[in-house]
C-alpha cells in the first residue's frame, strides 16, 4: 500500500475487556515496530518485529500485552483485560533496514485507545 | 529511561523567525533522526544524519550532530504557522535495532 495503515482509528472500552489493535505494514518492509504515547509525552518502543527473527518484546509494560505478526504483513497488538493507564495512542512503524544500518520509520496514523 | 531529551520542551516564535531545537543523548548512535507530529497522532520522518556526518540540510532543515557532546539541533529556518507541530529526536544506539524517541519540543509559529 502507499503508507502504513492500522485499524480501528479510534477504540473505546471498557475497564477489564480486551482489544486487538491492526496495524498494515508498507508493502516489502521487513521490519515493524509498535509503540505507545500517552497524552503529551514521546514514544514508548513496546515491541519489533525483523523478518522471520524472534521478535524483541523487551518493551511490553506486562503480560497483558501481546503482538504477532504474519510473515512480513499484517500485525496485531492485543491489550488483555485492559487497564485506565492503557489509554493512549498506540503507533506502528515499519521500515526497510539496509544492512546493519536502519533506514527511517514510516509511521501509521495510530489507534487511539480510550480505556473508561 | 530516555535516550533522546529535546530541549526546550515548548517553543513559540513569529513567522518568518527561525525555530532551533536541541536534542541530546546518553549512548553511541548508529544515527539520529527528526520527526515531526501534528495533533498527537502518526509521525512523518523529516531528516536522518549518520553518526560520520556533521551536517545535513533538507529545505528549510538543517540538522547538525555532535558526537562527542552527544548533541544534536534542528533549525527550521524562515518558519511559517504550518510548522506548528511537535518535533521528536529519535536515536538508533549501535547495537540497538529499534529508535529510542525523546519527550519532544512543542514548537507553535504565530501568524
Known amino acids: 500500500g502507499a503508507g502504513v495503515s492500522q485499524s480501528p482509528s479510534n477504540k473505546v472500552t471498557e475497564k477489564g475487556k480486551d482489544v486487538e489493535l491492526r496495524c498494515d505494514p508498507i508493502?516489502?518492509?521487513?521490519?515493524l515496530y509498535w509503540y505507545r504515547q500517552r497524552l503529551g509525552q514521546g514514544l514508548e518502543f513496546l515491541i519489533y518485529?525483523?523478518?522471520?527473527?524472534?521478535?524483541?518484546k523487551s518493551g511490553l509494560p506486562s503480560d497483558r500485552f501481546s503482538a504477532e505478526r504474519t510473515g512480513e504483513s499484517v500485525s496485531t497488538l492485543t491489550i488483555q483485560r485492559t487497564q485506565q493507564e492503557d489509554s493512549a495512542v498506540y503507533l506502528c512503524?515499519?521500515?526497510?533496514?539496509?544492512?546493519?544500518?536502519?533506514?527511517?520509520?514510516?509511521f501509521g496514523p495510530g489507534t487511539r485507545l480510550t480505556v473508561l | 529511561s530516555q535516550q533522546g531529551e529535546e530541549d526546550p520542551q515548548a517553543l513559540s516564535i513569529q513567522e518568518g523567525e527561525n525555530a532551533t531545537m536541541n536534542c541530546s543523548y546518553k549512548?553511541?548512535?548508529?544515527?539520529l533522526q527528526w520527526y515531526r507530529q501534528n495533533s498527537g497522532r502518526g509521525l512523518v520522518h523529516l531528516i536522518l544524519?549518520?553518526?560520520?556526518?556533521r551536517e545535513k540540510h533538507s529545505g528549510r532543515l538543517r540538522v547538525t550532530l555532535d558526537t562527542s557532546k552527544k548533541s544534536s539541533s534542528l533549525l527550521i529556518t524562515a518558519s511559517r504557522a504550518a510548522d506548528t507541530a511537535s518535533y521528536f529526536c529519535?536515536?538508533?544506539?549501535?547495537?540497538?535495532?529499534?529508535?529510542?524517541f525523546g519527550s519532544g519540543t512543542q514548537l507553535t509559529v504565530l501568524p
Open positions: 512503524a515499519s521500515s526497510s533496514p539496509t544492512g546493519i544500518t536502519y533506514n527511517e520509520q514510516f
Open positions: 508493502s516489502g518492509h521487513t521490519a
Open positions: 518485529f525483523q523478518g522471520n527473527s524472534a521478535p524483541d
Open positions: 549512548t553511541s548512535i548508529n544515527n
Open positions: 544524519i549518520r553518526s560520520n556526518e
Open positions: 529519535a536515536t538508533l544506539p549501535g547495537s540497538a535495532r529499534q529508535l529510542t
